[in-house]
């Protein structure tokens, strides 16, 4: 029997969740993504010192030397130039999330990031800008997508949040599952198996929505907590997986059942585009999608900053 990794591999594209250079060697995934806070953790290895001392170079060369947004943005498309000549897919890069409720800037900075990326000479088709699924981060991907810049709207945590992305010709989002469980979890509910877990469901309910209205965005789940959620996914489109999981995936050479396929899935009918008041009102009325969605700004944001200290510190 071949590994759960290769079984999985089979049906679902592996997506690195990490930063971590010599762990994307070691894995091969086909695709990385990355945030503020895996590129807080690359930022602090002794051995990423040059690649802090390039992203300053960088930065200098474009802008102001004392712009720490700039070298920021620097040090993310110098990491991702970096992971992509070790993967042969894409790999994803964030918006800062103190600009999620800000449609203009963060349509602004994806710009900025993405020529960064040209500056570097990286193919952009390879590159997902990523932004925090708002209603303003989403009509931010909206207008980016029309300019042929591929987004990724992260932090779903409801059907809302993806149909409005998908609507809007998002390139893909990333649905959450470790954070809905461990939401759930903490009030009280007991989940003995991944058919239980809360986020399991969320992210097969958003699946079989989005394929079954037709639509082409990439449902790539994420925020995997074990092992079985990851195994009661598959055949989503794309994983996104933590090193030590893929490696467990690797170890495991027990039975895989696939439980999303497109072709069982029977077409709905089409709905009217998510509009603003119903998106807000939506997300308003789920605490636990209303809760996530600003906990994880808020701790990308405080990660974005420390990310900036860091920087600067090296001057």
Not at 62 to 77: S, V, Y
Not at 227 to 235: K, M
Not at 256 to 283: C, G, K, V
Request: aromatic content about 4%.
């Amino acid at each position: 029997m071949t590994s759960k990794r290769a079984q999985l591999a089979a049906w679902s594209t592996l997506v690195a969740d990490t930063g971590e250079l010599a762990a994307i060697r070691a894995l091969t995934p086909v695709d990385a993504t990355t945030n503020p806070s895996l590129l807080l953790s690359v930022a602090k290895q002794d051995a990423q010192s040059a690649l802090l001392a390039d992203a300053r170079h960088l930065a200098r060369q474009i802008g102001p030397a004392e712009d720490l947004a700039l070298r920021c943005d620097a040090f993310a498309t110098l990491t991702g130039q970096t992971i992509l000549e070790l993967i042969p897919g894409l790999v994803s890069t964030e918006v800062d999330a103190r600009l999620s409720f800000d449609t203009r800037a963060t349509v602004e900075r994806a710009r900025g990031l993405m020529a960064l990326y040209r500056e570097l000479g990286v193919d952009t088709d390879r590159v997902l800008i990523k932004i925090a699924a708002t209603w303003e981060g989403i009509r931010a991907a909206e207008i980016l997508e029309q300019e042929g810049i591929r987004c990724n709207l992260t932090l779903v945590f409801c059907l809302e949040q993806a149909l409005a992305a998908a609507q809007r010709c998002a390139t893909l989002i990333s649905p959450f599952v470790g954070r809905i469980y461990d939401w759930y979890v903490k009030r009280g509910m007991q989940v003995d198996t991944a058919e239980q877990d809360p986020g399991v469901i969320s992210v097969r309910t958003i699946f079989h929505t989005l394929k079954g209205l037709g639509l082409d965005t990439i449902v790539m789940g994420a925020s995997f907590r074990n092992q079985s959620q990851i195994e009661a996914l598959a055949g989503c489109d794309r994983l996104t997986i933590s090193p030590a999981l893929l490696e467990g995936l690797e170890q495991d050479s027990g039975p895989l059942t696939r439980h999303l396929d497109p072709a069982d899935i029977t077409l709905l009918p089409e709905q009217l585009p998510m509009d603003e008041t119903t998106f807000r009102w939506a997300l308003n009325d789920n605490p636990m999608a209303c809760e996530l969605l600003a906990d994880g700004i808020r701790r990308f944001a405080r990660d974005q900053e420390a990310l900036e200290a860091l920087l600067q510190a090296t001057d």
